[in-house]
């Protein structure tokens, strides 16, 4: 019997168009245009996966964006992350973060996060939206705030 093995890109659209529930879905991407976007981040390094079996489990999408770009973000103007210098900011924006039920407290969780603070080390500050949240609080955090010893102990 062959097996078709998708790609990490596909996984993650399938994760986006049927997994994500934050995601309104008429706000969602077609299929074709979520694949470009999904792959062209990968590919650059700004969405990193957590992998068991070759099935993906968790991942965290973030951007390295500044200020001005933070700022669009904030007052909801036009901003999309394969369109823009998301490489080279001195802001680390967890743009998304997804984790299978099942692995949501362990190991993937740790994992995702040891990666996250590797590609982002040279950043000065943190953020994200809390989208749990009714009034998506967005939370900014000096890197000499953050209480993560990989910081601390100069593991990276």
């Known amino acids: 019997m062959l097996t078709l093995t998708r790609t990490i890109p596909e996984q993650l659209v399938e994760i986006y168009l049927n997994k994500e529930w934050w995601v309104r879905e008429e706000d969602k991407l077609p299929y074709n245009t979520a694949l470009r976007y999904y792959t062209k981040l990968y590919n650059q390094g700004n969405i990193l996966v957590c992998e068991i079996n070759e099935e993906v489990v968790g ?12 700022g669009r973000i904030i007052c909801h103007a036009k901003f999309c992350g394969d369109g823009e210098d998301i490489q080279n900011g001195n802001l680390a924006y967890v743009a998304n973060v997804w984790i299978a039920p099942e692995h949501r407290n362990s190991w993937v969780t740790k994992k995702l996060k040891i990666d996250f603070y590797k590609n982002t080390h040279n ?34």
Do not use: D, M
Request: aromatic residues 20%.
């Open 123 to 156: 950043c000065e500050f943190f953020c994200g939206q809390a989208t749990r949240k009714k009034t998506q609080p967005v939370k900014v955090f000096k890197k000499s705030e953050l209480h993560s010893k990989l910081f601390t102990e100069g593991e990276i």
């Open 59 to 70: 991942y965290v999408e973030f951007w390295k964006i500044n200020f001005e770009q933070f």
